[in-house]
């Protein structure tokens, strides 16, 4: 049983808190995760004071030992997380006073929870977004290694769902790989923008204490001090860009998945999931479901709705600090872990399918993908383009009408549509010639794609 001791803060109260609000206002049951972010604070905020000669070198050592003992508990599983202690922070100082006695009294000189915590979140978020770095680099390699396994292969490209021009596989895994790598630079940003500390910041007005925050900035690995002390404990625009971040992740992870769910289907049949990524029905024997992906689409919901949290929580807040703060820590660790999760199971889906190739080109007789190629062909024949994209539509009503491509089509029956049309009208024609035209840099021409392909490999070679 925990035995109910006296708040740290509580030096003006006669009354403890009721059982009902002690239960409402606690925070440990899930901000104990910034554990190891809250003891690094702590040591690097010990050791600026010694410096500064707030404290002795001798109480500075014992803090720090006792931090590291705490440190290790918590890792060996025998820290005793108690709720009347409320937080992450007041368990590890409470904890320390009792390792160590009246040394730990003094860790809180020139420190406040609200510079604490802002300082904790940023150090957390920083290596969090190091973490779903890596997870997207992952994932890139498997698409990476993908697109270079069937770097022949043609498919049809959509616009609107519905057929639209031939594209090379490799194209479209590729334009996934360049989604993700906007996601890194975008977390890159984020993380160099919330690079400041809070620390010593206190409550909101800062200390008259002769403190030094660049050094504990410093310590820490942070860029310098955050100028405005009300800024840096009321500030949580970093979360709001991390968990922007995520959801603009989440929602790139949840396109793939839904064309990977359609690919799946037996309407496409263009993706075959090996059975270690898909799971079968309860009562139809014969399902196969690619689940793994149909969840990383559903989970997206969760971390857009995180983001909303978020920002609902801060909209109405006046500066300083405000104790609804503290409703900030399960969205941002739900959305991180969330993401983590979705990027993984990714990456193991991508490792997992192949595509159906035969099922793939018959396919591509429909749709007339090549109809956008036969009008690049007028052009090179002097026609305005806005007459030939007429000329095409007609000769593709004409091929319907007779139930052809129109590549088969006669050159009798095209010079019927317009006489501009020549035999070399054929070299356009069909989804391999369509493709074999495309030349603009960035296109799905095989050179570009190749060439980009290649770059991709050079760079993952590189990190």
């Not at 006695?101 to 969090?128: E, F, I, M, Y």
């Not at 919901?301 to 983001?307: D, F, K, Q, S």
Request: with cysteine; net charge negative; aromatic share 8%.
């Amino acid at each position: 049983m925990e035995t109910v001791q006296k708040k740290l803060w509580g030096g003006r109260f006669e009354q403890s808190v009721t059982p009902a609000v002690e239960k409402f206002s606690e925070s440990v049951s899930f901000d104990r995760k910034l554990y190891k972010h809250d003891i690094q604070g702590s040591r690097a905020h010990a050791t600026m004071l010694a410096q500064q000669g707030l404290i002795s070198m001798e109480d500075m050592e014992n803090i720090i030992s006792g931090l590291n003992e705490i440190e290790r508990r918590i890792e060996s599983g025998e820290f005793l997380w108690r709720t009347d202690r409320e937080d992450v922070h007041m368990n590890i100082e409470a904890e320390l006073i009792d390792l160590v006695g009246d040394p730990a009294k003094k860790l809180h000189t020139a420190r406040s929870r609200n510079d604490q915590v802002a300082t904790d979140v940023r150090l957390w978020c920083r290596d969090s977004m190091d973490k779903i770095i890596h997870k997207i680099m992952d994932f890139q390699v498997a698409l990476i290694k993908l697109a270079d396994s069937y770097k022949d292969l043609i498919i049809p490209g959509y616009t609107h769902l519905q057929r639209a021009q031939p594209l090379l596989l490799p194209h479209l895994l590729l334009a996934y790989v360049e989604q993700l790598e906007r996601d890194i630079g975008r977390l890159k940003d984020c993380q160099q923008r919330m690079n400041y500390c809070p620390l010593g910041s206190c409550a909101l007005a800062g200390t008259g204490l002769p403190i030094d925050r660049f050094a504990t900035a410093s310590a820490l690995g942070f860029i310098e001090p955050l100028r405005n002390s009300v800024d840096a404990v009321s500030d949580r625009d970093f979360l709001l860009e991390f968990l922007s971040v995520n959801s603009i992740l989440a929602v790139h992870l949840s396109r793939i998945a839904e064309e990977w769910v359609l690919w799946a289907s037996e309407e496409f049949g263009f993706l075959t999931p090996s059975d270690a990524v898909s799971t079968g029905s309860s009562i139809m024997p014969q399902k196969k479901n690619p689940d793994p992906m149909e969840l990383v689409r559903g989970k997206s919901a969760r971390v857009i709705g995180n983001l909303t949290t978020l920002l609902v929580l801060c909209k109405g807040l006046p500066h300083a600090y405000n104790r609804d703060l503290q409703e900030d820590k399960e969205p941002l660790f739900d959305s991180t872990e969330t993401v983590i999760a979705m990027l993984e199971v990714s990456t193991e889906f991508a490792y997992n399918i192949s595509f159906n190739e035969e099922r793939i080109a018959k396919s591509l007789t429909a749709g007339h993908l090549d109809a956008t190629t036969m009008a690049d062909y007028l052009v090179y024949k002097g026609v305005p383009f806005r007459t030939s994209h007429e000329i095409v539509g007609k000769s593709v009503a004409l091929a319907l009408s007779k139930g052809c491509q129109l590549s088969e089509l006669s050159i009798a029956e095209l010079r019927s549509v317009n006489p501009a049309f020549d035999e070399d009208v054929y070299k356009y024609l069909g989804v391999q010639n369509a493709v074999g035209w495309f030349r603009s840099f960035g296109s799905t021409g095989k050179a570009c794609v190749m060439e980009e392909l290649r770059l991709w490999k050079d760079k993952v070679v590189r990190r």
